[in-house]
């Protein structure tokens, strides 16, 4: 009979430790969306303050029109250990789903925090390379939480100060924690130099095991920048 009751109360305890933990993500999830907002409307009141004034339109000359010159992708220099420099967006996570990146994935000061952590060293939005993130799937948070709900063609959106970088979902696959390679310039290849833009997120799986990753792989689609307005890719995809 007591073991049954000892049984009973350590099921209950379990149930509401887990409720806690669920109910904490929800609030802090809410926090941190809340806040990665209020960074992309700075940016956003940045940019207006910064917009020229119109100009004359040319006048008629008999000379052909130049051709246009290539788009610029603008690329951030890595900041400092900690510092926030990017919002990302999922729309298949739903239209709320926004968190801020920071520099690093510190356990306690990044990843705890509820960022988004860049892995240092890894290319920044938009630059040639392997751009690599992580992010918890249970407690603070969780950013990740929904990462394997991504389907194929899926929109993963990083706003800067400069605009906005589309990448698009291309696959996934799990491994050991053990499987830096994921992180290479080229991701999962061995002395092979960048050939091109890629965005690995990384993060455990299943929830709460350290030993296994799963990995989501993305390619770099096009560059946004902040007076053309934000990117049709934005209101894509199926709400969560």
């Not at 997120?201 to 902040?226: G, Q």
């Amino acid at each position: 009979m007591l073991g049954e009751l000892l049984l009973t109360a350590g099921v209950v305890m379990l149930l509401f430790v887990s409720w806690q933990m669920w109910f904490g993500d929800m609030i802090i999830s809410s926090q941190k969306q809340a806040e990665a907002s209020a960074l992309a409307q700075q940016w956003a009141d940045a940019a207006q303050a910064d917009t020229p004034a119109e100009t004359p339109e040319p006048t008629e000359t008999s000379e052909a029109p130049a051709e246009p010159a290539p788009p610029v992708i603008p690329v951030l220099d890595e900041p400092g250990h900690g510092a926030e420099f990017g919002i990302m967006y999922i729309p298949r996570f739903g239209p709320d789903w926004q968190f801020k990146i920071a520099s690093g994935t510190a356990k306690k000061s990044i990843l705890d925090a509820g960022y988004i952590g860049h892995y240092e060293g890894s290319a920044m939005p938009g630059a040639e390379g392997n751009m690599a993130v992580a992010a918890h799937r249970w407690t603070s948070g969780a950013p990740f939480d929904p990462v394997d709900r991504l389907v194929i063609g899926d929109a993963v959106v990083i706003q800067t100060q400069d605009g906005w970088y589309t990448y698009r979902f291309r696959n996934v696959e799990y491994v050991q924690d053990t499987a830096i390679e994921v992180l290479n310039p080229v991701p999962q290849q061995v002395d092979l130099a960048a050939n091109g833009r890629y965005l690995t997120l990384t993060s455990c799986a299943p929830k709460l095991n350290m030993l296994e990753r799963i990995i989501s792989y993305a390619v770099f689609e096009e560059f946004t920048p902040n007076s053309a307005g934000p990117p049709a890719s934005l209101s894509e995809g199926v709400s969560a």
